[in-house]
């Protein structure tokens, strides 16, 4: 397929989700009609000012971090809420590729300097993670987190509870010495 073809389905497949009632897509109606300005392009114009601000922006780890962060949390929260399983399994697992991602990232300083489209790229990854027509979480999942942990469980369970106990004895020690000292 040609890339005129895959924009043109993109295109057609956004503009049929720009027109589902909604809040948002309300407020996009309401502004195309006053404006004769149509809801794609304003919604395109946006995202691409978004993207140069991910390029260029002051704070665009915060709003890339934001964008990983904000609405995930909030489906969470309903899928807490909500009786049904498999909304929690997929959040979950969102949030273990989110956090893992998020620790494998801790040098970003040292990426951004190298690599300076980052921030957008990591927001494009965070969106095709939770989007539900994705499923990248589940995929990334299932390819190379569930993988390496069943083949590492038993190691990783042996050093978890390792480092459980020495905490507690640390903890208990400190408490005692401190008890000893105030009294």
């Not at 404006?35 to 260029?56: E, H, K, N």
């Amino acid at each position: 397929m040609a890339a005129n073809a895959h924009f043109q389905k993109f295109r057609s497949d956004l503009t049929k989700k720009l027109h589902e009632p909604n809040r948002v897509n309300n407020v996009l109606g309401q502004i195309e009609d006053k404006t004769g300005v149509d809801r794609f392009f304003m919604v395109a114009g946006l995202l691409g000012i978004i993207a140069l601000y991910l390029i260029f922006g002051h704070f665009a780890e915060l709003v890339c971090n934001l964008v990983g962060f904000l609405y995930p949390a909030y489906v969470s929260i309903k899928a807490i809420e909500s009786s049904s399983k498999s909304d929690d399994t997929q959040w979950l697992t969102y949030w273990v590729v989110f956090a893992l991602f998020n620790v494998i990232e801790f040098g970003s300083e040292q990426i951004e300097a190298y690599f300076p489209i980052y921030w957008l790229l990591k927001c494009a990854f965070m969106l095709w993670l939770y989007l539900p027509t994705t499923l990248g979480a589940q995929k990334v999942y299932s390819k190379f987190i569930r993988p390496f942990v069943l083949r590492h469980q038993e190691g990783i369970d042996r050093r978890v509870i390792n480092t459980v106990n020495k905490t507690a004895d640390a903890v208990r020690d400190n408490l005692n010495e401190f008890t000893q000292k105030h009294d």
